[in-house]
């Protein structure tokens, strides 16, 4: 029979706290009368182990009262040299009679504490200390054995010490995974001393419930150091044998199944089964409101995780649902002023936008910057700044401009105390300049995208995306202020970087030409329009073939082929970017009088339009495209007589017309 004491004092466990296995010796011991060693008095340390326990109890209970830190400092250190008064009192040799929990016990709760206080080297430290006076007890009990003189009380004794082992391993494990530093206590150690505590369990075989319900511990925290490791299949199939371990023993609806749940939902979510994950954090939630109420910390965070999942996987009206949940039990938990709320205020916020409702967005966002401006931190101006532009943007979208003025205005400001001139900044002057643009105010939206430029050059030098995007939006607002010279400059150089910027693409520098060529129309310019024109159209016709290749690709794969009957029809997504240069080429070429390429680009457009089957969407570009071609005939004509009238004389002009 294995001693029930020492069973109840490694594996009781506080209520409301989930079980790690650190919680080793929390009762007061029985005193061990018999001893082999006259000298020392074994009474003593148990009664000073005991009263070690009364005064940590005392000290919890006053866990919630607002004492000054060195208060509660000089209490633990108090606490601790109470119980090293046992540890210390240890004998230096001892034979296999000597009675030892006590002294282990009182490394425990010295250990423990450490723990709690997040010094975990100096917790390994003691565990460690007790590991050794174990591994000599085992020692000297496997000599014991060996000659054969082990009774069935020494037995009882084996397994006692081996139990206590484990549990000590157990210990050691947990702190060295808390410290979550691979150059001090490497996780393929640790994860060492856990199979070595869970093949001690094997070895036992007991079907004692606190002894499975510390394997299952042992477990979950194998699964912890897998998944620290980036090892989550690994984590997820330790989890899934803890779970059925810990709902055996405790039952389902345990804080203990709980976090296992909890752990699988992260395991399942970093492998990319969402659906999974959610399902787990949903038994987690299920089993923590019970237990512990709405109102408690844990349940208002996986009701966020939950919300975030599920906005993840496009479920908006079920992560408003749990978001709205987690409102309320973060106001129990932390009050209405906390960075939790806030959080989810935008995040609320952010699902109405989703869910195009622009009002009920501005309502979320006015209630998070309420929350935001009266929190305090090192990074609150950061903060207000984030919460204003997201309430600038909402309001643009419910059509209040000056409205949303304001608050960008209000934000450029908090950034630049908080920060200074910043990319940020920057943002925020584009945002600024993108309403007086709006609002056709075009010499103040030039100013604010001027500073916007200076600001991104300082910041990120001149060759970046950044910039180049600004230079084209500075362009447009100089174009529509007629300043085609200095708008030509602008769509140069933003041309010019995108032709650097290693991640450009084909599109955005097509896009780029085309915008230049159009100014140098404005410019009268055509020689320099048709080459940007015809840059554009031959880098859309590789962008065109490109997708072409890629669509039939990506066919071939996912059905068999088959027989086509009749004509092959293109898509009925019009080719806006391709048709619209061809236009502008022929318009061009018209112009200055090169008729038949004129015609050759009316025609082509006329083909590309006439290649879908729905000319809806292309009635307009038909009825430019025709009228056109009209004037190239025309043209033609008119040439056809001029030359006949050069050749033949005056009076044959009639007869050749």
Not at 359 to 367: D, L, N, P, Q, S
């Amino acid at each position: 029979m294995l001693h029930k004491n020492i069973i109840n004092n490694l594996y009781l466990y506080p209520p409301r706290q989930y079980d790690e296995g650190v919680n080793t010796f929390t009762h007061a011991l029985l005193v061990e009368t018999k001893s082999t060693d006259a000298s020392h008095d074994i009474v003593e340390a148990t009664l000073n182990f005991n009263l070690g326990l009364v005064m940590l109890e005392k000290a919890r209970g006053r866990e919630d009262d607002e004492e000054d830190n060195i208060i509660k400092r000089m209490n633990e250190s108090n606490i601790i040299r109470q119980f090293l008064k046992t540890a210390n009192s240890m004998p230096l040799e001892f034979d296999v009679d000597q009675p030892l929990v006590v002294y282990i016990a009182a490394l425990h709760n010295i250990g423990r504490m450490y723990f709690r206080d997040s010094n975990y080297v100096q917790a390994v430290d003691v565990y460690s200390r007790a590991h050794g006076i174990l591994m000599i007890k085992l020692q000297l009990l496997n000599e014991e054995w060996a000659s054969k003189k082990c009774t069935l009380n020494r037995c009882d004794m084996i397994r006692e010490t081996l139990i206590i082992t484990a549990a000590t391993l157990n210990c050691i494990a947990v702190c060295r995974c808390r410290h979550r530093n691979e150059d001090t206590f490497p996780s393929s150690e640790t994860l060492s001393l856990l199979t070595t505590a869970l093949f001690i369990h094997e070895r036992i075989d007991s079907d004692h419930p606190s002894l499975r319900r510390a394997t299952a511990t042992m477990l979950n925290n194998v699964g912890r150091i897998k998944f620290q490791t980036n090892d989550f299949a690994g984590a997820l199939a330790v989890y899934i044998d803890t779970v059925d371990i810990r709902c055996a023993v405790l039952g389902p609806g345990h804080l203990d199944v709980a976090i296992t749940r909890f752990n699988m939902a992260e395991a399942y979510f970093y492998l990319g089964h969402d659906i999974k994950a959610i399902d787990n954090y949903e038994k987690y939630l299920a089993i923590t409101s019970c237990k512990l109420g709405e109102d408690h910390e844990d349940v208002a965070n996986v009701l966020m995780t939950i919300g975030e999942s599920y906005r993840d996987t496009g479920y908006i009206e079920r992560a408003s649902y749990f978001m709205n949940r987690a409102v309320h039990s973060c106001i129990s938990a932390f009050g209405r002023i906390h960075e939790s709320l806030s959080f989810l205020y935008h995040e609320l916020g952010q699902l109405a936008l989703t869910a195009n409702d622009h009002g009920r967005a501005t309502v979320f966002f006015e209630a998070g910057l309420d929350v935001e401006r009266k929190l305090e931190g090192p990074d609150k101006d950061n903060r207000i700044a984030v919460s204003l532009a997201l309430l600038g943007d909402a309001s643009i979208l419910i059509g209040k401009r000056s409205t949303a003025l304001t608050y960008y205005r209000e934000a450029l400001d908090m950034i630049y105390t908080s920060k200074g001139p910043c990319e940020e900044g920057a943002n925020m002057l584009n945002n600024i300049a993108n309403i007086h643009e709006q609002e056709q105010e075009y010499a103040l939206a030039e100013e604010d995208l001027e500073e916007a430029l200076r600001i991104l050059t300082d910041s990120c030098g001149r060759c970046t995306l950044r910039v180049a995007f600004n230079l084209y939006t500075l362009g447009l607002v100089q174009s529509k202020q007629h300043k085609y010279i200095m708008a030509s400059e602008s769509f140069l150089e933003s041309w010019k970087i995108r032709l650097d910027v290693p991640e450009v693409t084909d599109r955005q520098i097509s896009n780029a030409c085309y915008n230049v060529a159009g100014i140098y129309v404005k410019l009268c310019n055509f020689k320099k329009a048709l080459h940007f024109y015809r840059e554009s159209l031959s880098l859309e016709r590789k962008i065109e073939l490109e997708h072409h290749n890629q669509h039939q690709s990506i066919s071939s794969v996912s059905r068999p082929s088959r027989p086509h009957h009749g004509r092959n029809h293109q898509s009925t997504v019009p080719r806006t970017h391709r048709l619209s240069t061809i236009i502008q080429i022929a318009s061009i070429c018209l112009q200055i009088d090169d008729i038949e390429d004129a015609l050759h680009y009316y025609l082509d457009a006329m083909k590309l339009c006439f290649a879908y089957d729905d000319h809806t969407f292309v009635q307009q570009d038909i009825g430019t495209i025709q009228r056109g071609i009209d004037a190239c005939y025309k043209g033609r004509i008119l040439k056809y007589v001029n030359e006949s009238c050069k050749t033949n004389g005056i009076f044959n002009c009639a007869s050749a017309a």
